[in-house]
C-alpha cells in the first residue's frame, strides 16, 4: 500500500510490523519521532504484546535492550550521535555476547562544536564494534532494512545498527510502500532465540574469559560476520520474493557497466550522486556508482569483482578520522589492494554541509581526469582555515577554534577592545 509519510514514521509502522516484544528507549533528535511513534502504539494497544519501556539515558536503553535479549525477548532500540557514544560500552556488550538487537541510527554529527546535522560520525565510531550496520539510501530502503534486520539478526544471533541519514530522511516527507501485515509475518518468522535461558541447562551470561581463549571468542564474533556476508544476500532475495522489490543486499550498482570511473558512498548521498553522474554521462563521460549497504561486515570481494575494470574510484564520505584522513576510503583500498586504481577520498557533508550537484559535477570532472589530490574537502573554505591558522600563530591565546571559525564568519558578533 503506498503512503505518504515522515520516514521516522515509515520505520515505526516497519519495527512495528516486526513485532519486537520489548522496546526501550531515550529521546535524542533525530530518532526521537521513532520511539514516539512506536510508543503511542504500544499505548493505544495497536502494537501488542509489547512493553515500552523509558529509561534514563541511552545507556540505559540499550542496557534494557540487553537484558530483554538475553531473556529471549524480541528488542528494539534507537539512537543518534552523543547517545551512541553515551552507550558504548553497552555497544560492545551486546555484540560480545551475541544478541540479536536492531537499533535504529538516526545519523547525527558528533561534538564539540555541537551540531545537531547530519554526518556519519557517530555510527562510524562504533563500525568495529561487532555489529553489522546497514546503510539506507531513501525512506523506503530504511523501512525495507528494518524487516530484514531482525531476519539476519536472529539468524546470526548477532545486533544490526540500521543507519539512516539524520533529517534528511528521518523528518522527510515521501512515498513508501508500506507492507501488509501478512506480509511481514511470512517473510519474519516467530522469535526463537539461539540463546536461551534454561533452568535446567544454566549458562553464565558476561563471563570473565582470561587471555587462554579471549583471542577465540574475539575471532568467533569475526566468523559470524562473514557469515553474514553470504546472508545478506539471501535474506534480500527472500525478501524480493515477498515483497517484490529489491532492498538491501551488500551492494548496488548504478550505470556501471563501462564506467572508468566508479563514485562509491553510503546513505542518501547516492541519490545526489546519481543525478550528477547522469549529467556527466550525457556529456560522454564514462562514470557509474557503487552504493554500498552492508557496511559492516565490509564486502571486500563484491567491490574488487564489480571496480575490476575501472581506471580509478572516488570515494564520497560524510566523516573522517582526524589525523589520517578517509574511513570507508582506507576499506575501500583493501578491497582493491595491488591494483593501479588511485583511490581518492573526497570528504563531504560533515554537520549537515549540503553537497549540491554543481560540486559534485566539478569534482567529478576532475576526478576522470585525474586532477584530485588523494583527500580532498568538498567545498571547504580555506580562506577561513587558513585565517585561523594564522592566527593562531600569531596569538598563543586565540580562544575555541570553534569561535574563532564563527567569528570569521560573522554568526558571533565579534567584540572590539
Known amino acids: ?16 510490523m516486526s513485532r519486537p516484544e520489548v522496546i526501550c528507549a531515550y529521546p535524542i533528535s533525530p530518532q526521537t519521532h521513532i520511539v514516539e511513534g512506536l510508543g503511542e502504539m504500544v499505548k493505544s494497544g495497536t502494537l501488542t504484546p509489547c512493553e515500552f519501556i523509558n529509561v534514563e539515558s541511552e545507556f540505559a536503553a540499550l542496557s534494557v535492550a540487553i537484558g530483554a535479549s538475553a531473556a529471549g525477548a524480541r528488542a528494539y532500540t534507537a539512537t543518534a550521535s552523543q547517545g551512541l557514544l553515551f552507550m558504548a560500552e553497552a555497544v560492545y556488550n551486546a555484540s560480545g555476547l551475541g544478541l540479536p538487537i536492531v537499533m535504529t541510527v538516526a545519523n547525527r554529527s558528533i561534538g564539540a562544536p555541537i551540531n545537531i546535522w547530519n554526518d556519519h560520525t557517530d555510527s562510524m565510531s562504533m563500525r568495529d564494534a561487532g555489529w553489522l550496520q546497514l546503510f539506507a539510501e531513501t525512506n523506503q530502503e530504511a523501512l525495507d532494512l528494518h524487516i530484514q534486520a531482525f531476519r539476519i539478526a536472529e539468524e546470526l544471533s548477532l545486533p544490526v545498527m540500521v543507519c539512516m541519514d539524520g533529517f534528511i530522511l528521518t523528518h522527510a516527507y515521501e512515498r513508501v510502500d508500506m507492507p501488509e501485515q501478512a506480509q511481514v509475518d511470512r517473510y519474519l518468522p516467530r522469535y526463537e532465540p539461539r540463546q536461551v535461558l534454561d533452568p535446567d541447562s544454566p549458562v553464565t551470561i558476561g563471563a570473565m574469559v582470561g587471555p587462554e581463549a579471549f583471542a577465540e571468542v574475539r575471532y568467533l564474533a569475526h566468523a559470524k560476520q562473514m557469515q553474514a556476508l553470504d546472508l545478506i544476500p539471501q535474506v534480500a532475495q527472500e525478501f524480493k520474493n515477498v515483497f517484490g522489490r529489491d532492498s538491501g543486499g551488500l551492494i548496488k550498482h548504478y550505470r556501471l557497466e563501462d564506467a572508468e570511473t566508479i563514485v562509491i558512498a553510503l546513505g542518501s548521498v547516492l541519490g545526489t550522486i546519481k543525478d550528477t553522474v547522469d549529467e556527466l554521462r550525457q556529456a ?7 552504493g554500498i549497504t552492508s557496511y559492516r561486515p565490509f564486502p571486500i570481494n563484491a567491490i574488487r569483482d564489480v571496480s575490476a575494470n575501472a581506471k580509478r574510484i572516488v570515494v564520497i564520505e560524510k566523516c573522517f578520522a582526524v589525523g589520517i ?11 582493491v589492494r595491488n591494483r593501479p586504481q588511485p583511490v581518492y577520498t573526497v570528504v563531504a557533508g560533515l554537520g549537515g554541509r549540503a553537497i549540491t550537484k554543481a560540486s559534485l559535477h566539478k569534482l567529478l570532472l576532475e576526478a576522470a581526469t585525474d586532477q584530485l589530490e588523494l583527500l580532498t574537502f ?3 573554505d580555506w580562506e577561513i582555515v587558513n585565517r585561523v ?10 580562544g575555541p577554534v570553534a569561535e574563532g571559525v564563527l567569528r570569521d564568519i560573522g554568526t558571533v558578533a565579534s567584540h572590539t577592545s
Open 378 to 380: 568538498l567545498d571547504l
Open 1 to 16: 500500500m503506498l503512503k505518504q509519510c515522515e520516514g521516522s514514521h515509515a520505520v515505526a509502522l516497519a519495527v512495528a
Open 389 to 398: 591558522l594564522d592566527r593562531e600563530k600569531k596569538q598563543r591565546r586565540s
Open 325 to 335: 584522513g578517509g574511513i570507508v576510503s582506507r576499506d575501500v583500498r583493501s578491497a
Open 284 to 290: 560522454g563521460i564514462k562514470i557509474g556508482v557503487l
